[in-house]
Nanobody, 123 residues
Framework: QVQLEESGGGLVQAGGSLRLSCARSGGPFAINAMAWYRQLPGKQREMVATIFSDGSTDYADSVKGRFTISRDTMWNALYLQMNSLKPEDTAVYYC?????????????????WGQGTQVTVSS
């Protein structure tokens, strides 16, 4: 059974940095894209960053220039380097993997999700 597990969340002051990690386990899975999403209580999940098999990336406008998504070559690990954090970045962050992701910004495109990790940015 393929699973995703996030780590690296926590409490940080505004202007600080965090690095999220996502580990994939459980066997082969034909991934063509992985992404980080985030969600606030009562709100829909929103795409933060996506990385595709050709290495291309996409970011939400709100995080461009501050966050960087990366992965290892075998899709066993996904990372999100978050710099210059703001209180509005506070959310639960989820890792996702998809077999046939086209745009990357729609949550339903992804087949596998982690349990999430809380990121809290204090002002």
């Amino acid at each position: 059974q393929v699973q995703l597990e996030e780590s690296g969340g926590g409490l940080v002051q505004a202007g600080g940095s965090l690095r999220l990690s996502c580990a994939r386990s459980g066997g082969p899975f034909a991934i063509n894209a992985m992404a980080w999403y985030r969600q606030l209580p009562g709100k829909q999940r929103e795409m933060v960053a996506t990385i595709f098999s050709d290495g291309s990336t996409d970011y939400a406008d709100s995080v461009k220039g501050r966050f960087t998504i990366s992965r290892d070559t075998m899709w066993n690990a996904l990372y999100l380097q978050m710099n210059s954090l703001k209180p509005e970045d506070t959310a639960v962050y989820y890792c996702a993997a998809g077999i046939l992701v086209l745009g990357g910004a729609v949550a339903s495109e992804y087949d596998l999700w982690g349990q999430g990790t809380q990121v809290t940015v204090s002002s």
